[in-house]
């Protein structure tokens, strides 16, 4: 099977562009990575992915028609904040079955303004109430902080963790640094959840060019894609998640995201213990710790003592969202976690600036997106 590497990335910073369509952020970000892979015509693309959930019909075809390279396969992909993921696994499939030597994945997305309403609920659970992002969030924020001991303090410390670290990235929506107090004088959504503990759906670009690996692929910035899993919820689990809505004892049915970390694990041949740090889905600031727990950073119940002994932190022995996450990026869905790998892999290559991490050789992207399908990406150097 052949192995993958990272030839080429781009972003387009996220944020909110009222004068720019969502296709020209895609061609930013597409021939950034274009450009730095040395893919310079057509011919060369073996085929492109591009993950979006609110670009509507082709637009995938839209941004290669504006970069004149347009002609071969072109497959749009959707699977909420995860289809930059999903569109990243396909790609990597390509090329490891040998049907392909270079692919695109693009991902783009230019969000309505307000709260994410839709959603892959039943008609009875809407009515419930359930539409709006932030009560699904607060359920299973609610239900975290019970079997974790977690406290608003706690929530509230992930806000100013990643705000910091979002000071550094000049790609990030929000760029300033908040204080616990703060974060919780911030209105209060839907309890527990502050404001300031909500990411802002937004509007963003990133794209990746994969390659299959050659021989002359050995040197110190080569990026290698080791796994890219995505797995949805099992039966039986009603909102793909745990939250007291459920009905179920969910501690014993594996989340999706446990799903596909123990795949991409066994993929890459790999564990937690060899992370060197990671980015994980932080939609909202309890999403984070719940990372922590179905990644297998640590136990179950046991997320609050990586965050209050600073495991997580910058400086920490496993730093996580350094490039400041969703809360400070923002999150355009489709470019959500291609946003994440154009991140590690500037990690990897030692190119990240005041946001490096020293020594980072393995590095982990996660993603949740609706219908609770989760992504768990790893890539080496």
């Given amino acids: 099977m052949s192995e993958v590497v990272v030839a080429g990335i781009g972003i387009h910073p996220f944020g909110r562009f009222g004068d720019r369509t969502a296709t020209d952020l895609g061609v930013v970000a597409a021939r950034a990575a274009l450009a730095e892979a040395g893919v310079t015509a057509r011919e060369q693309i073996g085929i492109t992915f591009c993950g979006t959930a609110y670009g509507g019909v082709a637009s995938g075809h839209r941004v290669m028609s504006a970069l004149a390279r347009s002609g071969g396969p072109i497959v749009d992909v959707e699977a909420g904040c995860a289809s930059g993921a999903a569109a990243l696994m396909l790609a990597a499939s390509a090329i490891r079955s ?15 303004a307000g709260v994410i309403r839709s959603s892959f609920f039943a008609p009875w659970q809407e009515q419930a109430g359930l539409t709006p992002a932030p009560a699904y969030f607060a359920l299973r924020a609610q239900r975290l902080m019970a079997t974790a001991q977690l406290t608003t303090r706690d929530l509230a410390t992930v806000v100013v963790k990643n705000r910091a670290n979002g000071v550094a990235n000049p790609d990030a929506m929000f760029r300033t640094a908040v204080t616990v107090d703060e974060v919780l004088a911030s209105r209060l959504i839907c309890p527990p959840l502050h404001l300031f503990m909500l990411c802002s759906p937004n509007e963003g670009a990133a794209a990746v060019v994969l390659r299959r690996a050659r021989p002359d692929d050995a040197g110190a910035g080569s990026v290698r894609l080791r796994a890219a899993a995505l797995r949805s919820h099992l039966p039986g689990d009603v909102l793909g998640e745990a939250t007291p809505l459920s009905g179920l004892a969910v501690d014993d049915i594996p989340a ?43 136990g179950p119940g046991d997320c609050g003592r990586l965050l ?10 496993l730093p996580v969202n350094v490039s400041g996450g969703l809360l400070s990026k923002g999150e355009p869905l489709g470019a959500s976690a291609l946003g994440q790998v154009v991140e590690l892999v500037r990690q990897l290559r030692g190119e990240a600036g005041a946001r490096q991490v020293d020594g980072a050789r393995v590095a982990l992207a996660h993603t949740v997106g609706r219908g609770a399908n989760a992504s768990v990406t790893i890539l080496t150097r």
Avoid: I
């Avoid at 209050?308 to 022995?317: I, K, W």
């Fill in 98 to 112: 040998g049907q392909h030597e270079t692919v695109l994945v693009l991902g783009l997305e230019k969000m309505p």
């Fill in 256 to 298: 999706a995201s446990t799903l596909a970390a123990t795949a991409a694990y066994e993929e890459a041949g790999l564990g937690p213990d060899d992370l060197d740090l990671v980015e994980c889905q932080d939609t909202d600031a309890a999403r984070e710790l719940l990372a922590y727990e179905e990644l297998g950073l640590c």
């Fill in 308 to 317: 209050r002994d600073g495991t997580t932190a910058p400086n920490g022995a």
